[in-house]
């Protein structure tokens, strides 16, 4: 009896596990995937254009064009909209590094603004501020699921004629206003990497744009500028999205209104249970703005008074996934040092990397499982308290 359970309590609880999702719907992706097979047709083709439409449905965008990966997505986005050599676009130091790299890649200059520590996303005030002549683009990111202060970005943008560019790779379905991210900007861009709310096997980006004559250009540059018949009219990349990653990600889409509603319970258990546990004075739960829709790509706290790394290390000890999402803003990389940004610059952003803790949140995380993470995290912030140490790290 004691030796089931003490094996059971022994069994790690992983950050997040895809094949839960996968068994559950095995015999239709395989089935795909073998249609694909049987056809032989592997890039672009019937497939990717049934997913384009079907992702534009799903944004309410006019349309949706497939590329290789959120990064390229990006890169083409800003090609597309004719930002490089010479332009800045104002974006943020908390996200992952592509963000700012497809900047750079386009031949642009990231100008990283701060941060709103409730939101982790785009301060818009510090938006307006780091405006220059050179500014031609805003690229919010909807950070962890949620979107960006719209609002506030779009009167900015139309009043200094800005383009929006969405890093929405973390954000598919997720709302603003009742409308979807993908059609909060010019062009929005999405992540299939495969631990994104709709992962592929492997690989994939979209974007989605209004703009008729945008989505031609985005279609074009993702096949090296080619206008068909091996005609270029620019420089492109060859960005193209396969097949099989079309054809699994159409049976997942299905899927990812009832995974983001999970996601959200998950959220909602935690809250409900963190506050119980009254523990509330160390860490910080994640917070929906108003008129959002939060899909949750990750759950992530913040850890007041330095104790993030302390109860890392407790989570770890106890076999507990978590992850840091980010441990180290864009503007400290060494990557980016000739852009001249220093410590202590955006200090909302470095207090981030600093307190969060991204927590299992993945659709299928069993109730046993949250049970544990609760447990653990609640029995660190009562230890600190015992101990009289939860005002700041030993
Ligand atoms: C995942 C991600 C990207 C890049 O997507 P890839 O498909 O991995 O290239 C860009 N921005 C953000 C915010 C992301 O989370």
């Not at 299928?364 to 447990?375: F, G, H, K």
Request: aromatic content about 8%; glycine content about 8%; overall charge negative.
């Amino acid at each position: 009896m004691t030796y089931t359970l003490s094996l059971a309590n022994d069994r790690p609880v992983p950050f997040i596990d895809l094949v839960p999702q996968f068994n559950a719907m095995s015999s239709e992706i395989m089935a795909a995937v073998e249609k694909v097979f049987t056809e032989q047709k592997f890039i672009l083709g019937d497939e990717v254009t049934e997913l384009e439409r079907e992702i534009a449905e799903y944004c309410d965008a006019r349309f949706a064009i497939g590329c290789n990966s959120g990064t390229d997505a990006l890169i083409i986005a800003l090609q597309a909209l004719g930002i490089g050599e010479g332009d800045e676009v104002i974006t943020t130091p908390f996200s992952f590094f592509a963000t700012a790299s497809s900047i750079c890649r386009a031949g642009a200059t990231p100008v990283f603004v701060d941060i709103d520590p409730v939101t982790f996303n785009l301060d818009p005030q510090a938006v307006e501020d780091a405006i220059t002549p050179r500014t031609r683009a805003i690229m919010p990111v909807h950070l962890f699921g949620q979107c960006c202060d719209m609002e506030s970005l779009w009167r900015i943008a139309q009043k200094h004629d800005l383009e929006i560019v969405e890093d929405a790779c973390q954000a598919i379905g997720a709302e603003y206003q009742g409308r979807r991210a993908g059609v909060l900007g010019s062009v929005a861009c999405f992540s299939f990497f495969p631990t994104k709310n709709l992962g592929g096997a492997g690989d994939g980006g979209m974007m989605t744009t209004d703009d008729p004559e945008l989505a031609k250009r985005l279609k074009c540059l993702r096949v090296h500028g080619d206008v068909g018949q091996y005609e270029h009219i620019e420089v492109g990349m060859n960005s193209r999205l396969d097949a099989l990653q079309a054809a699994v990600l159409r049976v997942k889409l299905r899927q990812l209104d009832t995974w983001s509603d999970l996601r959200q319970q998950n959220a909602d258990r935690y809250g409900e249970k963190f506050r119980e546990a009254g523990i509330l004075e160390t860490i910080v739960l994640p917070k929906i703005a108003p008129q959002r829709r939060h899909v949750f790509n990750q759950y992530c706290i913040r850890v007041r008074n330095g104790h993030r790394d302390g109860l890392m290390q407790q989570l770890k000890s106890r076999k507990i996934g978590c992850a840091v999402y980010y441990p180290k803003p864009l503007h400290l990389q060494q990557c980016f040092k000739s852009l001249g940004y220093r410590t202590g610059q955006f200090p909302e952003s470095e207090a981030a990397s600093r307190d969060i803790l991204a927590l299992p949140s993945y659709p299928e995380l069993p109730t046993n499982d949250q049970s544990r993470i609760v447990d653990a995290v609640a029995g660190f912030c009562h230890e600190l308290r015992a101990t009289g140490h939860q005002r700041r790290a030993a």
